[in-house]
């Protein structure tokens, strides 16, 4: 089964910067919305931030506005989440998909998911 792949984790100190890529697959995939998911041992994995095949349109939890940006290179074929002033609560293993649909809850994804990338925000 086809799955994305995730790079760019890693260890930063609260308020710190990260960026995580998605390498999208199979042409097939590659222009459709994109959703950045988090999870953490013990919790379901919950939607974080979406971006629509052209980049026009965004989602993100309330928790991550105002700190976390989406962008896209469809010529690269990857979806990147910027993740500013990060707080120890967004700890988490971080996985992204696709959704033939927009807001991103209205279909399932379309990939399995991937090894994803751990974040860990701690002093």
């Known amino acids: 089964h086809a799955q994305a792949e995730e790079f760019g984790g890693g260890l930063v100190q609260p308020g710190g910067s990260m960026r995580l890529s998605c390498a999208l697959p199979?042409?097939?995939?590659?222009?459709?919305?994109t959703g950045w998911y988090r999870q953490v041992p013990g919790n379901q994995r919950e939607l974080v931030a979406g971006?629509?095949?052209?980049?026009?349109?965004?989602y993100f939890v309330d928790s991550v506005k105002d700190r976390f940006t989406l962008s896209r290179d469809n010529v690269q074929h990857s979806v990147y989440l910027q993740m500013n002033n990060l707080k120890p609560e967004d700890t988490a293993v971080y996985y992204c998909?696709?959704?033939?649909?927009?807001?991103?809850?209205?279909?399932?994804?379309?990939?399995?998911w991937g090894p994803g990338a751990q974040v860990t925000i701690s002093s």
């Open positions: 998909n696709v959704h033939p649909c927009w807001p991103l809850t209205m279909c399932p994804g379309l990939l399995s």
């Open positions: 199979t042409s097939g995939f590659r222009l459709q919305s």
């Open positions: 971006i629509t095949w052209d980049g026009l349109r965004t």
